[in-house]
């Protein structure tokens, strides 16, 4: 008996972004990550082409984040104070694939570091890895304004990733990243039709539709990771169906909110029930990642250097590369 | 415990003074006076439309964020939140008057001519409900003895050619019979009147006055009443006349007048305050063309569901709970004067039927008016009002609904929106610099934007790029006419030098947000009726697009911001006030009148408030023109060129 073939075929892909530029292409990076690609639902590669595996991006600020939980000090306590160690720790023996600077500091609330500050911190990174670059504004409009022209001419040529342009605020960064050559994050608040808006408002003004990369903001496993979740994976069918404006990449960023969750902070002390203070973070990054690969996702922020070996290894699996 | 005070309250410029009771507001006082103030809440405190100066005295009033500093320092306070505590003198300023209570009339009722297209088109034969009819009978002799009523009705069977059963007489008509059949040397006028399968006599009179039958058509909006009066023995218009309607002191959408109606026990009150609105536009037209009130032998009346049973003195709660039952949708013809309308006191008043409780007579008069019972190909009609109601069909089926659309092209809800009355901004144009033309109604000194000015105006800043795709906004353009009051910024139309008020005419973002929002509701939902029916866009042939934007509309500019969708212009008609022109249909026409009973039960209502795709539909249509830009190609080629 004949068994009919279920296998899908989508009629669009995820468009291909490239971050990073090597000297041949104006910039100073030894390697540099493309991803998206994908003309089928992730890992399900009988369908279609999976395009590129999707990458780990680890967190690195230009400011010590306070009251890190004891299992993510243990890791950073030595390189906190200086974001070139902390990339380099992070791309040398983490094995980032790429670097997200998260530039806080700039933050009015936060310490409301200079231009200057955060320009040097840009360069001292690019200096200290050879890996692409993200850098991510503090969120904070009219401060993100001022520094990020700035920072974007300062790493000019790097073809790095900058964000965020949201609906709200998309003129500055948008012109800037055209102008410096860079890829641009567009963020919307879990919302399909505002995603999509910004990237609309941002290709108006001549942004090329592949080197965006959209950010639908993320929720940790317990927090929200539905929404999250089924927010994604609409994109990810929209795309493979054909809709070009959700045709993007997708980036989330797992390591600051599953390290929110109270379950990752809590010390034995506090919650001696919930098994080992040690691993539970780890367990709850790492599945808020593995969860949301499934969902279509590109670029996956992280934080601890174990969540990140084992988001690895899963993703080598599904990907059959092992 | 001390007997309340009363105060009195002079109001200018009306110079109008009333007594009323301390601790009662401002607008309270302004009500029992019976002086018009703007208040889109009715009287909640939330919408800032009813500023009144104080000239004298104090008041009780809570600190507002509703009254900027310069005008508090100018006296401006809210009326509806000022507590009287002594006596008053209130000065109530121009934009919260309501002035000049006439409105432009739309063109199609101005010009007899383009009525009679209008009617010609629709093909509806010459019948009113009510005729004269000219009888003139054998006197009864011992041979022919039959009675006086039996004779009159043997008359009328030949002249009518119906059966003599289906004709009946009221026992006042009986009493009078005898004595004007024979004052009339048994040559009489009577006046018959259709009530479904029945032709009731209502009239009798000596001689001849058939050339004397009049009747009215109107129109009760929820915003303004339009009445007209017509020549029965044709289908002339003779006149129309039309007043806002008095029950926006109750709240200017009908869901805050039903609450006000039941929570203050006043249904009958708003029932007098209508009547008396169709009253006076009446009087008005009569006076104007010297017919005797008695010569009106039929009124034929249309209105959302809500106002019908506010006219009826019907109980509207229900309309407003779920599952949304109106008491009635189909009423049966009675005489006018049962509830206070002044005709010939033996004379029909004909309701046209509803749907449901979001669609009423309104939208099946219009159907009827644009004859969507006879299109052979699919046919989109809307109507928008408060509510955006769209009907979908063909000479075959026929599904509605309505989208809470909200009142923003009807001028609420928009800091200087008004309705299309006279000083109305109907046209706007924006230059590439940013400079704006525009024409009013009545080409007097602008007041305020009605809806196609505010359509004309949302398209034109996207076009010039003084808004993005969102609405927002764009700061980095080199105006002065875009600056920053308090946190919000606005674009100013037309400078206060020009202007028919004391201020600016601006758009303020918040206005854009709820033109967008209520044009988003109804692309929503009208995509969605369209979907729910197996349909797509290219299935619709004609789109006919009323309501009262104003006399003039860009559909142009409608399709440009994503209000209709994107389709040839060609096949977009713009048709003004068509629950009028059904009205007036019904009147002069038993056929049409028929037509619209066969209209309302044969529309299938569909319930978008229920429906789950709807929220998602009317998200992605809240951007300009829409989310997904492949259902707006030209719109997309327009904007990028």
């Not at chain 1, 409301?112 to 050879?130: F, G, M």
Request: negative net charge.
């Amino acid at each position: 008996m004949q068994i009919a073939s279920i296998e899908e075929k989508w009629a669009g892909a995820v468009k291909e972004v490239t971050i990073g530029a090597t000297k041949e292409s104006g910039g100073t990076r030894e390697s540099v990550v493309t991803v998206g690609g994908a003309r089928c639902i992730p890992f399900m590669d009988f369908d279609g082409d999976q395009g590129n595996r999707p990458v780990i991006a680890m967190d690195v600020y230009d400011l010590p984040p306070e009251n890190l939980p004891e299992p993510l000090l243990k890791h950073y306590k030595d390189v906190m104070n200086d974001p070139a160690s902390w990339a380099k720790k992070c791309a040398e023996e983490y094995g980032a694939d790429l670097i997200c600077l998260k530039l806080d500091g700039i933050h009015p609330d936060k310490g409301n570091r200079s231009s200057n500050d955060a320009i040097k911190t840009v360069k001292s990174i690019l200096e200290a890895v050879s890996i692409p670059l993200i850098i991510w504004g503090c969120e904070n409009d009219e401060r993100d304004n001022e520094v990020m022209p700035k920072v974007s001419q300062a790493a000019a040529g790097e073809k790095c990733l900058l964000g965020v342009a949201t609906q709200e605020n998309y003129k500055t960064i948008t012109a800037v990243c055209l102008a410096d050559g860079h890829n641009l994050i567009t963020q919307a608040p879990v919302d399909i039709n505002i995603g999509k808006q910004v990237n609309i408002l941002v290709t108006d003004l001549g942004f090329p539709l592949d080197r965006i990369v959209m950010f639908q903001t993320t929720g940790a496993l317990g927090y929200g990771i539905e929404y999250c979740y089924s927010i994604h994976e609409r994109g990810r069918v929209a795309a493979l169906s054909g809709d070009g404006q959700m045709s993007t990449p997708v980036i989330c960023d797992v390591g600051h909110e599953a390290w929110r969750a109270k379950e990752a902070k809590a010390t034995d002390e506090e919650a001696p029930q919930w098994g080992s203070f040690a691993e539970r973070g780890i367990m709850w990054e790492t599945i808020t990642a593995t969860t949301l690969l499934q969902s279509g996702v590109d670029i996956i922020r992280m934080y601890h250097p174990k969540a990140v070996s084992i988001v690895k290894d899963h993703i080598d699996q599904l990907a059959m590369k092992v | 415990m001390s007997e309340n005070k009363t105060h009195k309250i002079h109001f200018l410029p009306h110079d109008i003074y009333v007594d009323i009771e301390e601790g009662n507001t401002v607008l309270d006082a302004a009500h029992s006076a019976n002086i018009y103030i703007n208040s889109i809440c009715g009287g909640d405190g939330i919408c800032g439309k009813c500023k009144v100066v104080l000239s004298k005295g104090k008041v009780d009033a809570p600190p507002t964020t509703l009254i900027s500093s310069e005008e508090s320092e100018n006296d401006y306070i809210l009326a509806c939140e000022a507590k009287i505590i002594e006596d008053l003198q209130i000065l109530v300023p121009k934009e919260t008057r309501l002035e000049g209570k006439k409105i432009l009339l739309d063109q199609h009722e101005q010009h007899s001519l383009t009525w009679a297209a209008v009617l010609d088109k629709s093909h509806f034969t010459h019948n009113p409900l009510t005729k004269k009819l000219f009888l003139t009978m054998e006197a009864p002799t011992m041979d022919d003895n039959i009675a006086d009523h039996e004779r009159l009705c043997q008359a009328i069977m030949m002249d009518q050619g119906v059966e003599l059963n289906v004709i009946q007489t009221d026992i006042s008509i009986l009493k009078k019979l005898p004595g004007i059949m024979r004052q009339g040397n048994w040559s009489v006028t009577v006046t018959v009147a259709h009530r479904g399968p029945v032709l009731e006599v209502v009239e009798i009179e000596t001689g001849d006055t058939t050339q004397n039958n009049y009747g009215i058509a109107i129109d009760i909006g929820t915003t303004t009443v339009v009445t007209c009066l017509m020549e029965l023995t044709s289908s002339k218009v003779i006149d129309s006349e039309a007043v806002y309607n008095s029950q926006m002191k109750f709240g200017e959408d009908y869901i805050q007048r039903i609450i006000y109606a039941i929570q203050n026990d006043f249904l009958n009150e708003m029932q007098k305050t209508i009547v008396s609105d169709i009253n006076k536009t009446i009087h008005t037209l009569v006076k104007r063309h010297e017919i005797d009130l008695n010569n009106i032998t039929s009124v034929v009346c249309a209105g959302n569901t809500a106002m019908i049973h506010f006219l009826l003195c019907l109980d509207p709660e229900n309309i407003r709970k779920e599952p949304y039952i109106p008491t009635a949708n189909f009423v049966s013809p009675f005489r006018a004067t049962q509830i206070g309308i002044d005709i010939n006191p033996r004379c029909i008043l004909y309701a046209l039927p509803s749907v449901s409780a979001y669609v009423g007579a309104d939208i099946t008069s219009g159907a009827a008016a644009i004859r969507l019972d006879k299109e052979e190909l699919n046919c989109l009609f809307i109507d928008i009002g408060t509510n955006g109601e769209i009907v979908l069909g063909n000479k075959d089926w026929m599904v509605c609904c309505s989208a809470s659309a909200g009142p923003a092209f009807e001028g609420s809800g928009v800091r200087h929106g008004m309705r299309a009355a006279k000083g109305a901004v109907e046209i706007i144009h924006i230059t590439r610099d940013y400079e704006v033309s525009y024409s009013t109604i009545g080409n007097v000194k602008p007041k305020g934007i009605c809806g196609s000015g505010l359509l004309d105006c949302i398209a034109e800043m996207l076009r010039c790029g003084i808004v993005d795709r969102s609405g927002n906004f764009q700061q980095d353009i080199k105006s002065e006419r875009l600056r920053k009051k308090g946190d919000e910024y606005e674009f100013v139309l037309i400078e206060k030098e020009k202007s028919g008020i004391e201020t600016d005419i601006v758009i303020t973002q918040a206005d854009i947000s709820n033109l967008v929002r209520s044009k988003g509701a109804i692309y929503a939902a009208l995509s969605i009726l369209i979907e729910s029916m197996g349909l797509s866009i290219n299935d619709v042939s004609l789109l006919y697009l009323a309501g009262g934007f104003g006399n003039y509309l860009n559909v142009r500019n409608a399709i440009t911001i994503g209000m209709l969708p994107d389709m040839p212009t060609s096949r977009i008609k713009f048709v003004g006030n068509t629950s009028l022109i059904g009205a007036k249909m019904a009147l002069i026409s038993k056929e049409a009148f028929e037509t619209v009973h066969n209209i309302a039960s044969q529309m299938t209502y569909f319930d978008l408030m229920g429906n789950p795709k709807y929220m998602e539909a009317f998200m992605s249509a809240n951007f300009l023109p829409h989310t997904n830009l492949s259902e707006f190609p030209s719109v997309v080629e327009e904007l990028s060129s």
